[in-house]
């Protein structure tokens, strides 16, 4: 149910919720409730959505009719009225507008399960806007420069020694240092290749609200050849920037040639953006008319001058897929992150990533480690290599 609501509660955390009961009297609701609040919300605006969804979670539903200090038999309670807050309470609260708010999480929680390809035109319509409004934020880099700090984890000897002089050359306040944090670029190479026809609109429209949140973006699209968006993105509005992306990428529902346009951005733009730490979404199903080694050599080029190599498959959501196409399998030892991107969920599972780059993405495993065996990937719904 949190999760429904918007919080992000991680196995961790769910874990450490439950060592803390075992040290609490089950009995006492308010112990149980602030014990959870302090382990599973992790920003202040979080905090009235969880106490609202606890309340709505332990509350006795349909509600037994009870008897009145007048021995009256009393009312049943009106849609959306009054609920009780446990077994044992006698006591009615009216619904806070954060829990009545929850009950559209469940149409919503529906919304973010279902396939970009199974959506109808209202629910897509719904989406588009849902993905409008997601927050998006890249992990910074720390770069190797330092700079003066007031609470740092290097000393700074040359601001001490200076500092000194002021007591007669005794260094009785030691200067410190940290290292400078700047925000890194985030690259999107997205697949409009003709097996990728029912996807392209929507994860265009995801392009689009990335490059949109994160102003150091930078996108490019390919199907048999390679083309660069980003200056469209940042000009119009989402429909004119869509008609202008078919427009100027005159081969999008063609076939697909990954290694030649992977080649086309190692030559061309590799060298000018990819510098200092720069994270690259591959958004593609892996269906490819080149040559295989072609794609391990790109892959392997791209890799080395990337921070982080993600590929989004929008296949991976099914629990029946495996990556068998040639491509997607000489591709894969060379990838950071292998995710799908099929429903809202997967692109919330994105932006977890993206906000915390150095955790890892637990899930989903990491292929950094499967980068000598295939086999040791681990996939989201099987185990098959």
Not at 265 to 291: H, K, P, T, Y
Request: hydrophobic content about 35%.
């Amino acid at each position: 149910m949190l999760r429904a609501a918007g919080i992000p509660v991680t196995p961790g955390q769910m874990g450490d919720w439950v060592e803390a009961l075992a040290w609490l009297d089950l009995s006492r609701r308010e112990d149980v409730k602030q014990s959870g609040r302090a382990l599973l919300v992790n920003r202040r605006e979080h905090i009235a959505l969880f106490d609202a969804a606890f309340d709505l979670f332990w509350r006795r539903w349909p509600p037994p009719e009870s008897q009145g200090q007048n021995g009256r038999q009393g009312r049943k309670p009106r849609a959306g009225g009054g609920r009780r807050l446990g077994a044992d309470s006698a006591d009615t609260v009216e619904a806070s507008p954060e829990s009545e708010s929850l009950f559209a999480y469940s149409a919503s929680e529906i919304l973010r399960h279902k396939p970009f390809a199974e959506l109808t035109p209202a629910e897509l319509a719904e989406v588009r806007r849902l993905i409008a409004s997601l927050d998006w934020e890249l992990a910074p880099r720390r770069t190797r420069r330092k700079t003066p700090a007031t609470h740092g984890a290097y000393l700074d000897w040359r601001r001490t020694m200076r500092g000194s002089l002021r007591y007669g050359g005794e260094p009785l306040k030691l200067a410190q240092r940290q290292r400078k944090i700047k925000p890194r670029r985030l690259v999107v190479l997205c697949d409009v290749s003709g097996s990728m026809e029912r996807y392209s609109r929507i994860l265009l429209q995801f392009v689009y609200a990335l490059s949109r949140g994160m102003g150091n973006a930078e996108a490019f699209v390919f199907s048999t050849r390679l083309t660069r968006i980003t200056p469209t993105l940042h000009r119009r509005g989402l429909d004119a920037t869509l008609n202008e992306i078919s427009a100027r990428a005159s081969d999008m529902g063609g076939g697909t040639q990954i290694g030649g346009a992977l080649k086309t951005f190692n030559q061309q733009w590799a060298r000018r953006i990819l510098g200092r730490g720069a994270v690259v979404l591959l958004i593609s199903d892996g269906w490819d008319r080149g040559e295989p080694q072609e794609i391990r050599q790109q892959m392997e080029r791209l890799h080395l001058n990337t921070h982080r190599l993600i590929w989004l498959n929008p296949l991976l959501g099914s629990p029946n897929y495996e990556p068998l196409t040639r491509g997607m399998q000489a591709a894969l030892p060379l990838i950071d992150d292998f995710m799908p991107i099929h429903n809202l969920h997967s692109l919330g599972q994105l932006g977890d990533l993206l906000r915390n780059l150095d955790i890892g993405y637990r899930i989903m495993g990491n292929p950094k480690s499967a980068r000598q065996s295939i086999s040791n990937i681990q996939y989201p719904h099987n185990n098959h290599a």
